[in-house]
């Protein structure tokens, strides 16, 4: 027969229930899952959770079927997920399409190869550390600055610093450095002297 109680104590996979209407206590009772051998599933009750029981005549043997919402704690019909006692939720709303996953604490994300398709993504984040190569086969832009506008494969708004050797492939063939208007591989000085003299700065062209 089906009754309803409250629980009243837990053990991995299983429950204890009280019944308020004759005030007994169940001996411990398997708490129903949706799969257990191979493909694993647990979700335990709360103690003092509200839920349904499907027992024996005598009440002495039966099985935890779930929990119940109250009048007070009603899920919305158009999403479905998991809130935990931490606050950390993973929701789906069917008639907004959109997944939101929130945690309280950190996220570790562990696969072979992972692969994202998307309009666009967005990253919000005081530091991102990246180890390993980086690969990157469309424009970058740094700092605000289009690269797309700039005409460059990447654009960057504000200094470029490196303890080591910048190198530039074949200038006649793939480009060139310019501070400014000055090219690093057609500009010319002024005030050239021969001997050890020094030449002046670079002419503008």
């Given amino acids: 027969m089906l009754r309803y109680g409250t629980v009243a104590e837990t053990k991995p996979g299983f429950a204890r229930v009280k019944f308020e209407e004759d005030g007994i206590v169940s001996f411990w009772l398997p708490v129903l899952q949706a799969k257990t051998q191979k493909d694993k599933f647990y979700f335990m009750p709360d103690v003092n959770e509200f839920v349904a029981c499907l027992m024996d005549a005598q009440a002495e043997d039966g099985v935890v079927l779930g929990a119940l919402y109250n009048d007070e704690d009603l899920p919305t019909l158009t999403k479905t997920g998991v809130t935990f006692s931490d606050g950390t939720s993973i929701t789906y709303d069917v008639e907004a399409g959109e997944l939101e996953v929130s945690c309280a604490g950190d996220v570790k994300i562990s696969c072979k190869n992972a692969a994202i398709t998307a309009q666009a993504v967005d990253i919000t ?9 980086l690969k990157v086969t469309g424009m970058v832009a740094v700092g605000g600055l289009s690269a797309a506008t700039a005409g460059a494969a990447v654009a960057i708004d504000g200094g470029l610093e490196t303890s ?3 190198k530039v492939g074949n200038l006649e063939a793939s480009g060139d450095v310019k501070a400014g208007s000055v090219s690093l591989s057609k500009h010319t000085h002024s005030g050239v002297t021969t001997g050890t003299g020094a030449s002046g700065t670079p002419i503008i062209v």
């Fill in 164 to 166: 080591g050797d910048m």
């Fill in 125 to 133: 984040s005081t530091q991102t550390t990246i180890t390993g190569a």
